[in-house]
Structure formats: C-alpha cells, structure tokens
C-alpha cells in the first residue's frame, strides 16, 4: 500500500509564504512524475505546478514566477515552495504521484488528503 501525506498548509497573510510537503510512505519502488493541485469548494481541481522523475517542472501560468516544486526522491518527498501569496491562492492543496511499488508493478496514481492554505488580505 502507498500513501501520501500532505502538510504545511495554514494561515498567512497576502505576501507570506508556506512551503508544502507531500511524503510518499508504504511500499515504493519508484516515483515518477508528480503534481500539486489546488480546489476550492465548487470548484474543480486545477493544477498548480508539475515535476518529473528528471526533475523537469511545469506550472500553471497564475503561479509561474511566485511558486516552486522541487523534489527529494532519497526521501520520496516534494515540496510546494509559495511565495508572494495572494488571496486568491486559497484553496485545499493536495499532491498526486505515479507510483511504483515493486521493480516488477506498473505506475500507479494516488492522490494525498489534502491540506488547507488561507491567505488574508
């Protein structure tokens, strides 16, 4: 079983930062490309960055410049770093990984739980 774990959401006020983490645990072979996404109630669920096993990255166009997504695949981690915040930035975050758990399995998708960034005005 895999599982991955978001956190480091919270309160800050307009031009703060947070950092998110999303740690993968259970049985991990390899982890390939991984997003962070962002959902507001009603809304959908909406990509905010990318990254790939060779570490490139991708980011949607009103994040470009504000946020970074690294990675730390030694400890199957990776990081949402958010600066400049805005308001409008507030949203439940979650990550989703492609996951192998064997040398032998197939990719797999899994999505985290979530965690909640509120940024004031």
């Known amino acids: 079983q895999v599982q991955l774990v978001e956190s480091g959401g919270g309160l800050v006020q307009a031009g703060g930062s947070l950092r998110l983490s999303c740690v993968a645990s259970g049985s991990i072979f390899s982890v390939s490309a991984v997003g962070w996404y962002r959902q507001a109630p009603g809304n959908q669920r909406d990509l905010v960055a990318t990254?790939?096993?060779?570490?490139?990255?991708n980011y949607a166009d009103s994040v470009k410049g504000r946020f970074t997504i690294s990675r730390d695949n030694a400890k199957n981690t990776v990081y949402l770093q958010m600066n400049s915040l805005k308001p409008e930035d507030t949203d439940v975050y979650y990550c989703n990984a492609g996951v192998r758990r064997t040398m032998y399995d197939f990719g797999r998708n899994y999505w985290g739980q979530g965690t909640q960034v509120t940024v004031s005005s």
């Open positions: 990254i790939t096993s060779g570490g490139s990255t």
